[in-house]
T-cell receptor, first 114, second 115 residues
Framework: NAGVTQTPKFQVLKTGQSMTLQCAQD?????MYWYRQDPGMGLRLIYY???????DKGEVPNGYNVSRLNKREFSLRLESAAPSQTSVYFC?????????????FGDGTRLSIL | TQLLEQSPQFLSIQEGENLTVYCNSSSVFSSLQWYRQEPGEGPVLLVT?????EVKKLKRLTFQFGDARKDSSLHITAAQPGDTGLYLC???????????????FGQGTILTVHP
């Protein structure tokens, strides 16, 4: 059972390039999330999708866009990459939107922007 | 904005020692989750506590939620090298607030247990 699958696992970009990080879950979860993880800062929420057809900004949305393609897939796009976006990006999902919901994480995409 | 402060940020101990990691906030949370993350992987849920004063045990790990639901602790007894990893606390907000449904993560505690 795959759970949450993220692609690619590693990526190096030049400043100004664009790319899309892909995420798919096979647990029939309703809610999906994108986080970034930087040293000493824990996980910060970029965007989330409480249910299929909806997306909302999280704590650090600037420079990113998202698409909830269907119930399984939630992609994150960097339109014009900047060195400050060098980070490890995690996608997560939960059964539904609400309190007490545990989140299931993928193994991350390590992104370096030169 | 709700914040969670974890301490210590780094912990390096010998196998067999006990340790406690703290997670503190000035805000009240409806729930507190603890995750463990190994290098190259995503966080994995260890436990969720939802009631003030609640204590949960998971083998050698003991989790406590503060009476006022503003703080939590993780105690590991007789640590083993397999406990090495990044431990993250995450608070869930009450219904009705702008943070409802989202988790606020602490900055993490990196634990290294030496054989």
């Amino acid at each position: 059972n795959a759970g949450v699958t993220q692609t690619p696992k590693f990526q190096v970009l030049k400043t100004g390039q664009s790319m899309t990080l892909q995420c798919a879950q096979d647990m029939n979860h309703n809610s999906m999330y994108w986080y970034r993880q930087d040293p000493g800062m824990g996980l910060r929420l970029i965007y989330y999708s409480a249910s299929e057809g909806t997306t909302d900004k999280g704590e650090v949305p600037n420079g990113y866009n998202v698409s909830r393609l269907n119930k399984r897939e939630f992609s994150l796009r960097l339109e014009s990459a900047a060195p400050s976006q060098t980070s490890v990006y995690f996608c997560a999902s939960s059964d539904y939107w609400g309190e007490y919901q545990p989140q299931h994480f993928g193994d991350g995409t390590r992104l370096s922007i030169l | 904005t709700q914040l969670l402060e974890q301490s210590p940020q780094f912990l390096s101990i010998q196998e067999g020692e006990n340790l406690t990691v703290y997670c503190n906030s000035s805000s009240v949370f409806s729930s507190l989750q603890w995750y463990r993350q190994e290098p190259g992987e995503g966080p994995v849920l260890l436990v969720t506590v939802v009631t003030g004063g609640e204590v949960k045990k998971l083998k050698r790990l003991t989790f406590q939620f503060g009476d006022a639901r503003k703080d939590s602790s993780l105690h590991i007894t007789a640590a083993q090298p397999g406990d090495t990893g990044l431990y993250l606390c995450a608070g869930g907000a009450n219904a009705g607030g702008t943070s409802y449904g989202k988790l606020t993560f602490g900055q993490g505690t990196i634990l290294t247990v030496h054989p």
